[in-house]
Nanobody, 122 residues
C-alpha cells in the first residue's frame, strides 16, 4: 500500500505560480508512474500531467503544455508540479496518484492522495 500526501496549494493571483508536492510512502515509489489530476466544482476529475518512474517520459494535458512542469525525486519519494502563468480556470483540487502504467486515465491509477486546493483569482 502507498500513501500520498499533497501540499503546496493555496490562493494566487492570475499570472502567478505555485509548486505542488506529493510525498509518497509505502510500496516502491520509484517504480510507479506518478500523475497529477484536478477536479473543479461540478466537473469531472481531469488529467493534468504524468511522469514515468525514470522521469524520462512526461505527458501533459494540452491546456497545461508550456505552463506546467512535472518532475520527481525518487530519493525523496516526491513528485512535483510546477504551475506557472496560472489562470482562474486552473482553480481546482489537485490530486496526485500512482499507476503501474504510463497513462492519462484516472481509472488506471490505484492510489490517490487527499488533494490540495488551488485557487486562482482574477
Amino acid at each position: 500500500q502507498v500513501q500520498l500526501v499533497e501540499s503546496g496549494g493555496g490562493l494566487v493571483q492570475a499570472g502567478g505560480s505555485l509548486r505542488l508536492s506529493c510525498a509518497a510512502s509505502g510500496r516502491a515509489f520509484s517504480r510507479e508512474t506518478m500523475g497529477w489530476f484536478r477536479q473543479a466544482p461540478g466537473k469531472e476529475r481531469e488529467f493534468v500531467a504524468a511522469i514515468t518512474w525514470t522521469g524520462l517520459m512526461k505527458n501533459y494535458e494540452d491546456s497545461e503544455k508550456g505552463r506546467f512542469y512535472i518532475s520527481r525525486d525518487n530519493a525523496k519519494n516526491t513528485v512535483y508540479l510546477q504551475m506557472n502563468s496560472l489562470k482562474p480556470e486552473d482553480t481546482a483540487i489537485y490530486f496526485c496518484a500512482t499507476s503501474p502504467r504510463f497513462t492519462v486515465y484516472a481509472s488506471d491509477y490505484d492510489a490517490w492522495g487527499q488533494g490540495t486546493q488551488v485557487t486562482v483569482s482574477s
